[in-house]
């Protein structure tokens, strides 16, 4: 079975504080994804990873950075946590780099900044 | 451009009922993939089925089944003899072989009562 784990179900944070949400996965993809899901905006692509240290934006990056050192593990960074970003954050994964190949996720972060 | 529509956003049921979900999706693109996702209240994101856009073959897999129709550019699902346990918000998404992106729907949320 694919396992996709994420550090935390839930956090709250201040303004301007640095947050990082850390993903792994132990099916060795090469492909992972940050999403975040808010009420009738569904889910949208922050960024993706296609390999270790390779990145690519998504649909809304500002605000964002992403790091891969390790295939299995992609982390999400709020350089500096504003309230427009608690949000539900998802992560996933994928093999090879067909987009043909299923993405799986993980729990969810539901982060509340303050 | 792409996009999904789911038109539900809610649907009630009581249990033992059948209930379809209806999914309609656009694109120009002649080869693409499309997936039904589940999101329980736990907030994970499940996997249930991919369809490649060169097989309409419809599929079941016990009490579910999904009708995939190009002629309509529909990929609609359908749950027999519902369950409680299947109340969840149900994802269509679509995603282009040229593409790393899936591109979701807005969901429809099923709530199946006793």
């Known amino acids: 079975d694919v396992k996709v784990t994420q550090s935390s179900r839930y956090l709250v944070k201040r303004t301007g504080e640095k947050v990082f949400l850390e993903c792994v996965q132990d099916m060795d993809h090469e492909n992972m994804f940050w999403y975040r899901q808010d009420p009738g905006l569904g889910l949208r692509l922050i960024y993706f990873?296609?390999?270790?240290?390779?990145?690519e934006k998504g649909d809304i990056p500002e605000g964002y950075s992403v790091s891969r050192e390790k295939k299995e593990r992609f982390s999400l960074i709020l350089e500096s946590a504003s309230t427009n970003q608690t949000s539900m954050y998802l992560c996933?994964?994928?093999?090879?780099?067909?987009?043909?190949?299923?993405?799986?996720f993980g729990p969810g972060t539901r982060l509340l900044v303050l | 451009a792409q996009k999904v529509t789911q038109a539900q956003t809610e649907i009630s049921v009581v249990e033992k009922e059948d209930v379809t979900l209806d999914c309609v999706y656009e694109t120009r693109d002649t080869t693409y993939y499309l997936f039904w996702y589940k999101q329980p209240p736990s907030g994970e994101l499940v996997f249930l089925i991919r369809r490649n856009s060169f097989d309409e073959q419809n599929e079941i897999s016990g009490r579910y089944s999904w009708n995939f129709q190009k002629s309509t550019s529909s990929f609609n699902f359908t749950i027999t003899a519902s369950q409680v346990v299947d109340s969840a918000v149900y994802f269509c998404?679509?995603?282009?072989?040229?593409?790393?992106?899936?591109?979701f729907g807005s969901g429809t949320r099923l709530l199946v009562r006793p």
């Open positions: 996933a994964s994928s093999p090879r780099t067909g987009a043909e190949e299923t993405q799986y």
């Open positions: 990873s296609y390999d270790v240290k390779m990145k």
């Open positions: 998404a679509l995603i282009l072989r040229s593409s790393y992106k899936l591109i």
